[in-house]
Structures are given as C-alpha cells and as structure tokens.
C-alpha cells in the first residue's frame, strides 16, 4: 500500500488530485444515477486513467465514502474481480471514446466477505474517521441546549476512551 498524505482541509477531490499526480495517472470522478442492483461504486482502470464511478443520488457523505472506498482499492493495487455484478449504467457514463479494450480492470465488488473488500471498506471508514476528528467543532452551544448537547457527547464518547 501506498503512503498518502491528507490534504488539510480535507476534500476527496483534492486528495484523488494528489494520489492521481503520486501515481502519474489521474483519477477522474464520474456521478452516475446507477441502479438498485448495482454497487454503489465501480472502479474502472485504464492504460491512461483510473475512473471512479459513485452515485449520483445519494448524499455528499456517501459519495465522499464511496469514492475514498474505491481509492482503497488502487492503494491497495487490488486485482479486478470475475465478475463487475452489474455497474451498466456506471459503464455507459463513462467517456464516450472509452476503448473497452483498452480497460484494464473494473471493480464493482458488492460481497464484503471478500478480503479486498473488507480493506477498502475499512480505508473508507477510517480515513472519514479520520477526517471528521479535524472537523472544526460548531460555534458555542446557546446556554439552554448545554446540557444536553453535554449528555449527548459523554454518550457518543463513551466508548472511544
């Protein structure tokens, strides 16, 4: 795996700008309105770019997972799977002078049994983990909501220390 440095303040957009320019190929994020059948994500190599195909409709947060998911794989340099398990649609938004001869590998995984799966699964999460603990905190709490905004972070803390 490669070592990646995270842009400060924190957006995927620059941080694929960067892993793109670290790897001398660049990462080209593509939203596509996909279908309930396919993955919420696909990966599509080829000999001059990587594509990172997310949906399109969903939130800014699940985009934001699903593209640092599928940028676990190319740290991880995870061979493509047997099957894409469907990803059409991804693979129609792509660029229409897209060669499908030229693609290299496309992975659209949706068994998280798989161990490759489970790593760019688990990058995700930890690098939005990450993230969000440099998160600037929200301006003051008005006086009547401190209590409880109090209780609400001893709870969500609780199991962190």
């Given at each position: 795996?490669?070592?990646?440095?995270?842009?400060?303040?924190?957006?995927?957009?620059?941080?694929?700008?960067?892993?793109?320019?670290?790897?001398?190929?660049?990462?080209?994020?593509?939203?596509?309105?996909?279908?309930?059948?396919?993955?919420?994500?696909?990966?599509?190599?080829?000999?001059?770019?990587?594509?990172?195909?997310?949906?399109?409709?969903?939130?800014?947060?699940?985009?934001?997972?699903?593209?640092?998911?599928?940028?676990?794989?190319?740290?991880?340099?995870?061979?493509?799977?047997?099957?894409?398990?469907?990803?059409?649609?991804?693979?129609?938004?792509?660029?229409?002078?897209l060669d499908p001869v030229?693609v290299r590998r496309m992975?659209?995984?949706t068994q998280y049994a798989?161990?490759?799966?489970?790593?760019?699964?688990?990058?995700?999460?930890?690098?939005?983990?990450?993230?969000?603990?440099?998160?600037?905190?929200?301006?003051?709490?008005?006086?009547?909501?401190?209590?409880?905004?109090?209780?609400?972070?001893?709870?969500?803390?609780?199991?962190?220390?």
């Amino acid at each position: 795996m490669r070592t990646i440095d995270f842009p400060r303040p924190f957006g995927i957009a620059v941080l694929c700008r960067q892993l793109g320019e670290s790897r001398d190929r660049p990462i080209r994020l593509v939203p596509v309105a996909l279908a309930a059948e396919d993955p919420c994500g696909l990966l599509v190599s080829t000999h001059d770019a990587d594509y990172v195909c997310y949906e399109s409709e969903t939130s800014a947060l699940h985009q934001v997972h699903v593209i640092a998911h599928e940028l676990g794989h190319l740290l991880w340099d995870h061979e493509p799977c047997d099957s894409v398990g469907g990803g059409v649609q991804a693979y129609r938004a792509l660029p229409g002078d897209l060669d499908p001869v030229l693609v290299r590998r496309m992975l659209g995984r949706t068994q998280y049994a798989d161990p490759e799966e489970w790593a760019a699964e688990y990058f995700a999460t930890q690098l939005l983990r990450r993230v969000s603990e440099w998160t600037p905190r929200p301006p003051s709490v008005p006086a009547e909501m401190a209590e409880l905004v109090g209780r609400l972070e001893r709870c969500l803390n609780s199991g962190r220390e």
